[in-house]
């Protein structure tokens, strides 16, 4: 009887494999674009709504916190500063790819799992073709691409969100909130959070294409597949972005 620690280590090996015959794939002709941009349009640009909706409230609510927070120390008219800080380094990339890793991976999950138990992806390797190609590598290329450019979308928008709250609570002017913004983030500040975002949108395919294509068990398998893509890529998510802070604060600072 193998043990969970067996079949953990099983799952990560597995993953890496996937992980370099998809990176084979992406450099080997032929290039079809066609699948890719369908999967951009499905899986990124559908998820603008969710990120939008994210952003705005949680720039207002950390805006609101930061103001509040500060009023008693004399220092609220600094937060926009801080408000700019929080959203472009850690709330847009992390909580964009929660959710809309949530959104993708359960996606991928039971796509590929449907194929998986009727025996589709066994009928494309007797075709001669490689699911790797046809079905993996343009999932997690338009997850890598997709999610930093909504990851700049939910920046903007949590900024302005947050902007919206402080102006109201401490009075400040739009112009002034701006300046902090401009005074406050740098080039590397960008870097950080949208670094961080292709590395989430990487994990988030792979992993939902992983679960996907080793769906057993019928209808049943492909309910407690999705259920287990979405999990695990959030905890990949989470855990990944303490290193990649890590990572990116000993090398950029």
Known sequence: MRSPITDSLGHVGGVALLTWRTLLAFFRPPWEFRP?????????????????????????????????????????????????????????????????????????????????????IDAIRALGADPIKKLVAPRVLACIIGLPLLTMLADIIGCLGGMVVTVAEVGITPRFFYQQVLDTILPVDLWHGLGKSVFFGFFMGIIGCYVGMHTTGGTEGVGQS???????????????????????????G
């Open 36 to 120: 890719l941009i369908y999967q951009l349009d499905h899986q990124a640009l559908g998820s603008w709504s969710i990120t939008m909706l994210t952003a705005i409230f949680s720039g207002m609510v950390i805006a609101l916190q930061f103001a509040t927070g500060l009023e008693p120390y004399g220092g609220s008219m600094y937060t926009g500063k801080l408000v700019a800080l929080a959203t472009i380094r850690e709330l847009g990339p992390v909580l964009t790819a929660l959710l809309v890793g949530g959104r993708v991976a359960a996606g991928f999950a039971s796509e590929l799992g449907s194929m998986a138990v009727t025996e589709q």
């Open 226 to 252: 999705t259920t287990r893509a979405v999990v695990t890529s959030a905890v990949t998510i989470l855990v990944s972005d303490y290193l990649l802070t890590q990572l990116f604060l000993k090398l950029y």
